[in-house]
């Protein structure tokens, strides 16, 4: 693939108790043969079975990978990391139970040399549970209201276009962005999103987008998304009061970070009628019991973030320490 000097890459891979998936993951991005770009690990699992504590020890110390181990768990705050420890001129976040294709790292570094204007790049995922809830449903281009960050949540579905077009935020385990954006802008992910940290990405595109930069999607620059049942974000059970409470929290601050009254309102009731009553797209059970458990954790949720922003002020999003080791 012949082309002016390719820019250098910087993968990064936030992990947290994943085993032989996270190897795998990472077979796949190792044989990639782009000509510049290096592998960040930031992990946050405990301890490792000994067949995957033997094989990451073999990448570090043969200088394949780089490992770090970090003594807390939090998507956002291991992003950080990865973004303060690398080098490469675009940095690329994949999830660790993902599939690259050939080509996957040139797909990516393409878009940024051929559009300066471009700031982060939003690649297609191939998620086998999407796909199964309707398998041959494509379009061309989002709708109109997939670019309203009020009420974008519902019409935004980086599964299906299949035209390269400009989009409201990436997908976390397939998004790339130029250095720039946090060397320059001094942008980094808000550790105050919690859990699954739904809503992270988006958070922080919302920002870029204020500085001129464009989010482009590109369905060339596509992986497969395994979506493993346990390890990483299922760790945390979708039914708990925990879950429900970060979820209701995320999207409550990235409203109250980035919208106007107007979309706040739209959001807000968009979450309530949709997650709240189980109205479609969420089609949830209409059961008067859960109705009115989902709007206690919707009204709890809203005062957790509003505690969350008084207890945090002046931290900038940042709750964690840069603590690290490096493994091997």
Same mark, same amino acid.
């Given at each position: 693939?012949?082309?002016?000097?390719?820019?250098?890459?910087?993968?990064?891979?936030?992990?947290?108790?994943?085993? %032989?998936?996270?190897?795998?993951?990472?077979?796949?991005?190792?044989?990639?043969?782009?000509?510049?770009?290096?592998?960040?690990?930031?992990?946050?699992?405990?301890? &490792?079975?000994?067949?995957?504590?033997?094989?990451?020890? &073999?990448?570090?110390?043969?200088?394949?990978?780089?490992?770090?181990?970090?003594?807390? %768990?939090?998507?956002?705050?291991?992003?950080?990391?990865?973004?303060?420890?690398?080098?490469?001129?675009?940095?690329?976040?994949?999830?660790?139970?993902?599939?690259?294709?050939?080509?996957?790292?040139?797909?990516?570094?393409?878009?940024?040399?051929?559009?300066?204007?471009?700031?982060?790049?939003?690649?297609?995922?191939?998620?086998?549970?999407?796909?199964?809830?309707?398998?041959?449903?494509?379009?061309?281009?989002?709708?109109?209201?997939?670019?309203?960050?009020?009420?974008?949540?519902?019409?935004?579905?980086?599964?299906?276009?299949?035209?390269?077009?400009?989009?409201?935020?990436?997908?976390?385990?397939?998004?790339?962005?130029?250095?720039?954006?946090?060397?320059?802008?001094?942008?980094?992910?808000?550790?105050?999103?919690?859990?699954?940290?739904?809503?992270?990405?988006?958070?922080?595109?919302?920002?870029?987008?204020?500085?001129?930069?464009?989010?482009?999607?590109?369905?060339?620059?596509?992986?497969? &998304?395994?979506?493993?049942?346990?390890?990483?974000?299922?760790?945390?059970?979708?039914?708990?009061?925990?879950?429900?409470?970060?979820?209701?929290?995320?999207?409550?601050?990235?409203?109250?970070?980035?919208?106007?009254?107007?979309?706040?309102?739209?959001?807000?009731?968009?979450?309530?009628?949709?997650?709240?009553?189980?109205?479609?797209?969420?089609?949830?059970?209409? &059961?008067?019991?859960?109705?009115?458990?989902?709007?206690?954790?919707?009204?709890?949720?809203?005062?957790?973030?509003?505690?969350?922003?008084?207890?945090?002020?002046?931290?900038?999003?940042?709750?964690?320490?840069?603590?690290?080791?490096? %493994?091997?």
């Amino acid at each position: 693939m012949d082309s002016p000097p390719w820019p250098t890459i910087a993968v990064i891979i936030p992990t947290y108790r994943r085993e %032989a998936v996270l190897c795998d993951t990472l077979d796949s991005l190792l044989a990639q043969d782009y000509p510049a770009y290096e592998a960040i690990v930031v992990d946050q699992t405990p301890a &490792h079975q000994a067949s995957t504590q033997h094989q990451l020890t &073999h990448w570090a110390e043969t200088g394949q990978i780089t490992w770090y181990q970090v003594p807390w %768990a939090s998507l956002p705050a291991a992003r950080n990391l990865g973004i303060e420890q690398s080098t490469g001129e675009i940095v690329l976040f994949i999830d660790d139970d993902v599939v690259l294709p050939v080509g996957y790292l040139y797909a990516h570094a393409r878009n940024f040399l051929q559009q300066p204007q471009v700031g982060a790049l939003a690649g297609r995922v191939h998620d086998p549970r999407k796909l199964a809830e309707a398998p041959d449903l494509t379009i061309d281009y989002l709708p109109p209201e997939a670019m309203d960050p009020g009420i974008a949540w519902y019409h935004l579905d980086l599964v299906r276009p299949t035209q390269p077009q400009g989009v409201l935020t990436a997908r976390g385990c397939n998004m790339s962005f130029r250095r720039q954006v946090f060397s320059q802008h001094g942008l980094r992910f808000d550790e105050r999103f919690y859990g699954t940290a739904v809503r992270e990405e988006s958070d922080l595109c919302l920002r870029l987008r204020q500085t001129g930069y464009l989010v482009w999607y590109d369905p060339q620059a596509y992986l497969f &998304h395994r979506g493993e049942t346990t390890g990483g974000c299922h760790c945390i059970a979708t039914q708990t009061l925990r879950y429900q409470l970060d979820f209701y929290h995320n999207h409550f601050l990235l409203g109250l970070k980035n919208l106007t009254c107007r979309q706040n309102r739209q959001l807000f009731w968009g979450l309530f009628t949709c997650h709240v009553l189980g109205h479609s797209p969420c089609n949830k059970d209409r &059961h008067t019991g859960k109705v009115m458990i989902r709007g206690l954790c919707y009204g709890l949720g809203f005062l957790y973030v509003l505690y969350t922003l008084v207890s945090t002020l002046g931290k900038q999003g940042r709750l964690y320490p840069s603590q690290l080791v490096v %493994a091997a």
